[in-house]
């Protein structure tokens, strides 16, 4: 059965979208098979795997909706191994609708118990708010992994995230665990990012993964090509930043 995992920030450009492409397709490349759930009505993992939905296609919204299966929404993508459940620029108008629902934060657990079975993981980019989209992402998930960008304002919304946390597992997901934050967008030459790593290291109460992923231009590009960075330019510092998370993601999980 998959762990399935939210990549969650309240904060936007955190690097959310970027790891869970990026890590999704490197587990992919370790022989996993893993599923990626675009929660973010911004559809910006759906573009970046080179993914559009065609008029009147929903996506997730659909499934959240009950309108269609979650095995019917999937899409392959370029990589093998990897699926994706793309989301349509519906699903912020799914939140507002959703808000008069009963079991409303239970929806996107209900729609992927299907599924659930077939993969070895499944990643949800959530969208930049603590809404009831992340809610219900939080509630189908095992784990959360934090992307946390290496700048000033690094450890601010930190508390707020990790609080938001503690009451979903006090009262919908008692099984919700924090896997760890992710430092993104280091950039070594910089003293600023040397000193959020070891404020983060000093003051993140749960574990902050040893790969940091460096400021990397080729992370940016990748998107506008509909690819992973393992297969836009596979020796990118980026690429070799993504496949190390891999590795320590699949140990965190005694997979390795
Ligand atoms: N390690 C990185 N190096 C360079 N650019 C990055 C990196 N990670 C993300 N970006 C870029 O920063 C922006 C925000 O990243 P994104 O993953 O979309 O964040 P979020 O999903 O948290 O909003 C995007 O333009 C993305 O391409
Ligand atoms: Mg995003």
Known sequence: MARIISIVNQKGGTGKTTTAINLGAALATFGKFVLLVDFDPQGNASSGLGVRLEEGDRGVYDVLSGHKSATAAIAGTTVQGLNLLPSGQDLSGA????????????????????????????????????????????????DVLIPVQCEYYALEGLGQLLNSIELVKNSLQPDLDILGALL???????????????????????????????????????PSFGTPIIEHSERSAGSKAYRKLAIEVLKAYNLV
């Open 95 to 142: 939140a507002i609708e959703l808000v008069n629902e009963d079991n409303r934060e239970y929806k996107l657990q209900e729609a992927l118990r299907e599924v659930r079975n077939d993969y070895d993981f499944i990643l949800v980019d959530c969208p930049p708010s603590l809404g009831l989209l992340t809610i219900n992402s939080l509630v189908a998930s095992d």
């Open 184 to 222: 993104t967008m280091y950039h070594k030459r910089l003293r600023l990012a040397k000193d959020v790593v070891s404020q983060v290291k000093k003051h993140f109460p749960h574990r902050v993964f040893k790969t940091l992923i460096p400021r990397n231009v080729d992370l940016a590009e990748a």
